[in-house]
């Protein structure tokens, strides 16, 4: 990885993500992009023309606060700062894409799965606008917590290879082992077309057997959420797929529910790299 980005509210919960993401640029000797979107009501900009200014310099300042305690922690890392005004997921896009950004980190805000449902996630959709790995930060976890990087997957075959090597980079930087996790609900484990996307990932991740795990569960997200409870994963990996409203409402995407349930840290991954 090379260029890391990183959004943050100057909460709590952004800041822990800033302080895991600087931890995990560290790690990789990437450049870390630290990202503020500021915007303010429609009904304050009547009252006060020069809001947006003040605005503008309390951001600059605070993300320079945030940059001086992070060269501290971190007296290598390469850090850039960027406050800009606008929709939060339309500056972190512009940004990414900018900088080619490998990895984007954010902070949870805890959303509920109802408004999941109907009115979508910013994260979510976040990381099928862009196209790329989007790593959420819970406020209670910590950099280098956890025993092993545990990858839920459904083993279709339309995932790139590139999305799976940056997945292997990712383990080796956080120094984490994998474990693949896959839910069935019907009588036989896998199909012929999952047997060989199973072995091919035996060979990508280096996974051996007793890393593998293959569970008959009709709850597919409850599964996943025994199993890294079970095995103390240090991140949750799984792809997200495009669901349309209706497919939301009546089969919800299990990454998107998870946001509501998970305790660690999600790596969302694209289809489409």
Do not use: W
Not at 23 to 34: E, G, N, V
Not at 95 to 110: F, P, S, W, Y
């Amino acid at each position: 990885m090379k260029h890391l980005l990183c959004a943050t509210d100057f909460s709590d919960g952004g800041n822990n993500a800033v302080a895991y993401a600087a931890a995990l640029a560290s790690c990789s000797a990437a450049t870390l992009h630290l990202v503020h979107a500021y915007k303010m009501q429609s009904s304050a900009a009547t009252v006060f023309k020069g809001l947006n200014d003040i605005l503008e310099a309390d951001a600059k300042e605070a993300l320079a606060g945030l940059k001086e305690a992070l060269l501290q922690a971190h007296p290598d890392l390469k850090v850039v700062v960027y406050a800009a005004f606008g929709n939060s997921d339309v500056v972190i896009e512009q940004k990414a894409n900018a900088v080619e950004a490998d990895l984007i980190v954010v902070g949870t805000r805890g959303k509920s799965l109802l408004d999941t449902l109907f009115f979508g996630s910013t994260s979510t959709a976040l990381c099928k606008k862009v196209g790329r790995p989007l790593l959420l930060v819970p406020p209670t976890c910590y950099f280098g917590e956890g025993k092993d990087v545990a990858y839920a997957t459904a083993l279709r075959s339309d995932v790139p290879p590139e999305i799976l090597m940056f997945l292997k980079h990712f383990g080796k930087v956080i120094d984490k082992k994998f474990s693949v996790i896959h839910v069935y609900d019907g009588y036989n484990p896998l199909t012929p077309v999952q047997e060989v996307r199973y072995t091919q990932l035996q060979e990508v991740l280096g996974i051996s057997f007793d890393e593998q795990h293959l569970m008959h569960n009709e709850d597919v997200m409850a599964a996943i959420l025994q199993h890294v409870t079970a095995h103390q994963s240090a991140v949750l990996a799984l792809h997200l797929y495009h669901y349309g409203f209706l497919e939301r409402l009546f089969m919800p995407s299990i990454a998107e529910a998870l946001l509501s349930k998970a305790k660690l840290p999600l790596l969302l991954l694209p289809v489409a790299p």
